[in-house]
Nanobody
Framework: QVQLVESGGGLVQPGGSLRLSCAASGSIFSGKVMAWYRQAPGKERELVAQ???????NYADSVKGRFSISRDNARNILYLQMNSLKVEDTAVYYCNQVGATARNYWGQGTQVTVSS
């Protein structure tokens, strides 16, 4: 069964932190390069961080130094630690394989709102 379940979002003040989690089915997660994406209102979905099965990571310039992606390969869970949050980080956050398109299965996402 294909599954992506994101959680951990919420309302946080600028400068705050959140930790997102994504529980994935093995068919999507195992051995794959996984990523966190986000989509703000009126904008295209963008990839913000990715990690391969060895833990090698890459980040979008907009989040570099503030976000940290990691994975638990034994439990098929993807994480995103978000620090020093900014108002412009407000978006719905999704996890999926790198290269996933609108034709792929997507979970419901988790809303992150950064506001004072």
């Amino acid at each position: 069964q294909v599954q992506l379940v994101e959680s951990g979002g919420g309302l946080v003040q600028p400068g705050g932190s959140l930790r997102l989690s994504c529980a994935a089915s093995g068919s999507i997660f195992s051995g794959k390069v996984m990523a966190w994406y986000r989509q703000a209102p009126g904008k295209e979905r963008e990839l913000v961080a990715q990690v391969n099965r060895y833990g090698i990571t890459n980040y979008a310039d907009s989040v570099k130094g503030r976000f940290s992606i990691s994975r638990d390969n034994a439990r098929n869970i993807l994480y995103l630690q978000m620090n020093s949050l900014k108002v412009e980080d407000t978006a719905v956050y999704y996890c999926n394989q790198v290269g996933a398109t609108a034709r792929n299965y997507w979970g419901q996402g988790t809303q992150v709102t950064v506001s004072s």
